[in-house]
T-cell receptor, first 114, second 110 residues
Framework: DAGVTQSPTHLIKTRGQQVTLRCSPK?????VSWYQQALGQGPQFIFQ???????QRGNFPDRFSGHQFPNYSSELNVNALLLGDSALYLC?????????????FGPGTRLTVT | LAKTTQPISMDSYEGQEVNITCSHN???????ITWYQQFPSQGPRFIIQ???TKVTNEVASLFIPADRKSSTLSLPRVSLSDTAVYYC???????????FGKGTRLHILP
C-alpha cells in the first residue's frame, strides 16, 4: 500500500517562472492538503482540496493555486516565483472526517528559486 | 486555534527518557492535543494524540494535567534515531487545517 507520493523531489526555478508540483494521496484517502515549510520553520498551511474543490485556504497569495483530479491526486501551482518561495512543499492526505491525526504527509518537494 | 509554546531545542543522551513540555493556555474544550515528529527533508509523522490524563502507544506517552493548559510528550529510552523536530498542536480535529508552530529540535547524543 503506497503512502503519499510527491514529484518531483527537487526543483530549481528562476524568479518569475511558474512551477507545478504533484501529489498522489495514500490509497483510500480523498482529501489533500498542501503546506509550505521554510528552512527552520514549521509547515504552513496553503490550502486543502476535497471533491475537486478548494475547501480551506491559509494566508497565501493568489499566485498559489491548486487542483484536485477525479482520482484524488492533486497539483500545486505557483506563478511568478519569488526568491521567498524557496521551501519544502509538503502534501498531506486524509479521509474526510477522520481528524488531524489521520493526516499522512509525503516526503515533500524541495523548490529552490534563484 | 489555541497557540502552543515549546522549548526551541533540547539535548539528551541515548538510553535516557526525554520529556518535552508544551504550553497551551488558551486550549478550548473541544481541542485535542497532538504531537508530530519530523526528520530532515521528510514530512511530519503523527506520534500521539490525547484529550486528558495519560495516553500511551508503542512510541511515546502523553501526559495531560487536569487543567489541560500544558502537555508533556515522554519518549522512553531514546536512541540516536529519535533526533528530530517535535511539534505540539492543539486542534478540534475534523477537517480543519493543521497549524504548526516552530517545534522543539531534539538532539540525542551518544
Amino acid at each position: 500500500d503506497a503512502g503519499v507520493t510527491q514529484s518531483p523531489t527537487h526543483l530549481i526555478k528562476t524568479r518569475g517562472q511558474q512551477v507545478t508540483l504533484r501529489c498522489s494521496p495514500k490509497s483510500g484517502h480523498d482529501t489533500v492538503s498542501w503546506y509550505q515549510q521554510a528552512l527552520g520553520q514549521g509547515p504552513q498551511f496553503i490550502f486543502q482540496y476535497y471533491e475537486e474543490e478548494e475547501r480551506q485556504r491559509g494566508n497565501f497569495p493568489d499566485r498559489f493555486s491548486g487542483h484536485q483530479f477525479p482520482n484524488y491526486s492533486s497539483e500545486l501551482n505557483v506563478n511568478a516565483l519569488l526568491l521567498g518561495d524557496s521551501a519544502l512543499y509538503l502534501c498531506a492526505s486524509s479521509l474526510a472526517g477522520s481528524g488531524i491525526y489521520e493526516q499522512y504527509f509525503g516526503p515533500g518537494t524541495r523548490l529552490t528559486v534563484t | 486555534l489555541a497557540k502552543t509554546t515549546q522549548p526551541i531545542s533540547m539535548d539528551s543522551y541515548e538510553g535516557q527518557e526525554v520529556n518535552i513540555t508544551c504550553s497551551h493556555n488558551n486550549i478550548a474544550t473541544n481541542d485535542y492535543i497532538t504531537w508530530y515528529q519530523q526528520f530532515p527533508s521528510q514530512g511530519p509523522r503523527f506520534i500521539i494524540q490525547g484529550y486528558k490524563t495519560k495516553v500511551t502507544n508503542e512510541v511515546a506517552s502523553l501526559f495531560i494535567p487536569a487543567d489541560r493548559k500544558s502537555s508533556t510528550l515522554s519518549l522512553p529510552r531514546v536512541s540516536l534515531s529519535d533526533t528530530a523536530v517535535y511539534y505540539c498542536l492543539v486542534d478540534q480535529g475534523g477537517d480543519d487545517k493543521i497549524i504548526f508552530g516552530k517545534g522543539t529540535r531534539l538532539h540525542i547524543l551518544p
